[in-house]
């Protein structure tokens, strides 16, 4: 077997934007023996190839402290630390922040973050559906927390036995096996257990001059300010944030510039504007699904917000995306 070759496989397979990944968002990883190899952070998974696009890691010591940890208020930094460490070869790149739960999970780890599954996660009613749908099938749902060093932990708690299908709250999936094969399989059984998509997932990022683009997509012609004022999924708050503004003269002044005509412009370089739509079609189709299905949307908490911005992980991941 060739790991970074099953990595790169792994990773084109998951890299449908937005319907199941948005911007740099979701991570793979293969481990080798004593070695794992997984997706850099800022990376888009359509990004990783033979040479680039991931770091190889010793994950056994990374397991081995998430098993011993016991939680502080620096646990995300340490853990961040903990895992640079173990870094095998060159350190030009920092591997995905989700690293911690990769290094506990079987051979072949796939995370994403499908809108098939989010469009139910992002509300209240989300985990009961989805227990009903997948009551023949070993799964868990874990409550919404925070990326980094607490999901990693919360995932770790699990052991010694794993279910192969983790639903995350406000989150997404990951799914891991012994195969490469195997997890690919179980990733599209879950995707085809779920309500079909409905929503418009053809766009267009249109040049309107250097670093400034308008937005081309059917679904967010009707796309409203209340829809961004809570914060539904780790990306949007990171990714899009409050940086936006409706129907201003000025459309020079902030990143992103929603206006009720359906003109909408982002300032930023094309791969950061190109995260921020993949993130904008996402919230919009759960918002629809939720209008549709008389679902309660459920918004992730203010404090849990400024955590995730405050994390040096996600500011790196914001820097690679100029």
Do not use: W
């Not at 911007?23 to 794992?36: F, P």
């Not at 504007?273 to 679902?295: G, R």
């Amino acid at each position: 077997m060739d790991p970074i070759l099953s990595l790169v496989n792994l990773s084109k397979e998951m890299s449908v934007a937005p319907q199941l990944t948005q911007g740099a968002g979701g991570n793979t990883s293969v481990k080798d023996g004593i070695e794992m190899y997984v997706k850099a952070s800022g990376f888009r998974l359509d990004e990783v190839g033979h040479k680039k696009g991931f770091v190889k890691v010793s994950y056994l010591p990374v397991l081995d402290y998430l098993q011993k940890s016991i939680g502080n208020v620096t646990a995300d930094s340490d853990l961040k630390k903990f895992v640079n460490k173990h870094i095998i070869g060159e350190k030009n790149f920092l591997p995905s922040m989700e690293t911690g739960f990769h290094a506990v999970l079987d051979k072949f780890v796939i995370h994403t973050h499908p809108i098939a599954v989010n469009q139910l996660l992002c509300c209240v009613e989300g985990p009961q559906i989805i227990a009903q749908i997948f009551k023949n099938i070993d799964h868990v749902i874990i409550p919404f927390v925070n990326p980094g060093y607490y999901l990693s932990k919360a995932i770790t708690d699990l052991l010694p036995t794993i279910p192969a299908v983790i639903f995350l709250q406000n989150h997404g999936l990951i799914v891991h096996a012994s195969s490469e094969k195997e997890a690919l399989e179980l990733h599209q059984k879950v995707i085809d257990l779920l309500p079909p998509l409905e929503s418009d997932f053809t766009f267009k990022l249109l040049e309107k001059s250097e670093n400034s683009y308008e937005l081309l997509n059917s679904q967010l012609k009707d796309i409203n300010i209340d829809l961004l004022k809570n914060t539904f999924f780790p990306d949007q708050a990171v990714v899009i944030g409050q940086n936006f503004q409706f129907d201003s003269i000025n459309t020079e002044a902030t990143k992103l510039n929603l206006s009720i005509s359906g003109k909408n412009v982002i300032n930023a370089s094309y791969k950061e504007a190109l995260a921020i739509l993949e993130n904008l079609i996402a919230l919009k189709s759960i918002y629809d699904f939720s209008i549709l299905n008389k679902l309660t949307l459920l918004p992730i908490p203010i404090e849990d917000i400024a955590y995730i911005l405050g994390m040096d992980m996600e500011k790196y991941r914001q820097e690679l995306l100029k």
